[in-house]
T-cell receptor
């Protein structure tokens, strides 16, 4: 099956700086890559996603890039704010049936005011 | 309010005592799924369901059962819980799970923290 690796596991940035979280995947046929944000005591919530036929997608301060050749994708958060502090998960949808999801191990982001 | 609900939110039980965690969504979603979240391991998919009466194993199905008799409900059953099933469990739903479909966002429930002694 698919294997998704995520780095770093923890990340601290000063408010206003940028944060980058990187993920790699193993199955070259995976075609959908969502990013989820999990706040303390809550379930994950989708913040942005990208399909395999797109190289980059932006939504205000958040962007995701995908390099299919290298099999890695990254989350970029610019102008970070304290409310961005949370755990972030990347995921990939496997290609065997197209319906199974594989998640990274998470990145705990702390934005220091 | 559109949401995924899980019950109970917290459960402490003993080894071998059968339990069911319920999951319900009110968004008429076709796709539903169960995950467990463990420190350092992220979220791992247990089972998923494309639609009523259609269920498939995820990455870690051992020790779990599911059923999908109605579109809105997707209970997770632990027939004989063991301590290694102590975890935080999330149910999720999505409008469609079809490969290539346009509606892939999964909506997660609030989680069920299970402790098996």
């Amino acid at each position: 099956g698919e294997n998704v690796e995520q780095h770093p596991s923890t990340l601290s940035v000063q408010e206003g700086d940028s944060a980058v979280i990187k993920c790699t995947y193993s199955d070259s046929a995976s075609n959908y890559f969502p990013w989820y944000k999990q706040e303390l005591g809550k379930g994950p919530q989708l913040i942005i996603d990208i399909r395999s036929n797109v190289g980059e997608k932006k939504d205000q301060r958040i962007a995701v890039t995908l390099n299919k050749t290298a099999k890695h994708f990254s989350l970029h958060i610019t102008e970070t704010q304290p409310e961005d502090s949370a755990v972030y998960f990347c995921a990939a949808r496997g290609s065997n049936t197209g319906n199974q999801f594989y998640f990274g191990t998470g990145t705990s982001l702390t934005v220091i005011p | 309010e559109a949401q995924v609900t899980q019950n109970p939110r917290y459960l402490i039980t003993v080894t071998g005592k059968k339990l069911t965690v319920t999951c319900s969504q009110n968004m008429n979603h076709e796709y539903m799924s169960w995950y467990r979240q463990d420190p350092g391991l992220g979220l791992r998919q247990i089972y998923y369901s494309m639609n009523v009466e259609v269920t498939d194993k995820g990455d870690v199905p051992e020790g779990y059962k599911v059923s999908r008799k109605e579109k809105r409900n997707f209970p997770l059953i632990l027939e004989s819980p063991s301590p290694n099933q102590t975890s935080l469990y999330f149910c999720a739903s999505s409008p469609s799970g079809l490969a290539g479909g346009y509606y892939n966002e999964q909506f997660f429930g609030p989680g069920t923290r299970l402790t098996v002694l």
